[in-house]
């Protein structure tokens, strides 16, 4: 049966920009972004909406809805109280370039001052490696990721304090987490961790683990193991002795 609902939708660009409301019918099963289609093919096609998939899986269609960070595809109505305008606004870590529409190019820009994977040479005359099923499956999470970067947009390092140039974020550390874990992985990451990448920045609020659509246990499973190896270089004193010789 369909009812109404009410969208207060940012609309403007990087000059500005004001909330409009759109009411539109809605039923049941449709998610968030159903209900932008629907505005957008009925009273505003010139609304600017990213997303690819609909089905949570190419991370385009993030946005805020009522304050959260969140996928639009994978947001039910039925999940969300209609008795009320629904707030829609585009991430506010990233800078706007039209309506729901975010430039989130620094992400990949980021990406690119994390060292990259370099292997160890070959366990064998074969050229095969030796790997304990355990280690490879510590980093199966971390590739779950779909670049939403929901959970940069969340982190008040960066959308409070738009630390951009000092600190990766929290995906970006899952990245780097899946690089340092990596069973067959001998490159050296913790130096450019505590210095390039500023992960003392993070204290460990876990927002970013909270929003990850994907489930992925950021805070736990790979901020905190990293920033244990910064602490062992740098803080333990035997250790970073150790290092020193
Ligand atoms: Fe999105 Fe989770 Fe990846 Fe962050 S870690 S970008 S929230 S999928
Ligand atoms: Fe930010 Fe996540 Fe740390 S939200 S402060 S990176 S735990
Ligand atoms: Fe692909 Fe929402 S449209 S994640």
């Known amino acids: 049966m369909a009812t109404q609902a009410t969208f207060r939708i940012w609309r403007g660009d990087p000059a500005g920009g004001e909330f409009q409301d759109y009411a539109t019918s809605v ?28 089905a949570g899986k190419c991370g385009s ?3 805020e809805i009522n304050g959260m ?31 729901l529409v975010t430039d989130v190019s620094w992400n990949f820009r980021a990406k690119k001052t994390i060292k990259p994977f370099k292997p160890r040479t070959p366990d064998a005359d074969d050229g095969t490696w030796r790997m304990q099923q355990a280690d490879v499956e510590r980093v199966q ?36 987490a899946a690089l340092e874990m990596h069973p067959l992985d001998i490159e050296d990451r913790v130096s450019d961790l505590r210095h390039k990448h500023s992960i003392g920045y993070c204290n460990i609020t876990t927002c970013c683990r909270q929003v990850c659509p994907e489930s992925i246990t950021i805070t736990e499973n790979a901020i905190i193991p990293l920033k244990e190896r910064v602490v062992d270089r740098y803080f333990d004193p035997i250790k970073s002795l150790f290092h020193i010789l």
């Not at 779909?146 to 959970?151: A, D, N, R, V």
């Open 27 to 54: 039923e049941e099963g449709m998610v968030v972004l159903d209900a932008v289609h629907r505005i957008q093919a009925q009273q505003a096609p010139d609304l600017a909406v990213r997303w690819n998939c609909k």
């Open 61 to 63: 269609c993030s946005a």
């Open 69 to 99: 960070p969140k996928l639009m595809c994978m947001t039910r109505l039925s999940d969300i109280n209609l008795e009320a305008p629904v707030t829609l606004e585009p991430m506010h870590s990233f800078p706007p370039i039209r309506d």
């Open 141 to 176: 999470e971390f590739r779950k990721c779909i670049e939403c970067f929901l959970c940069q947009d969340v982190c008040h390092v960066l959308r409070e304090h738009y630390k951009h140039d000092e600190f990766i974020g929290p995906r970006l550390l899952v990245y780097a």
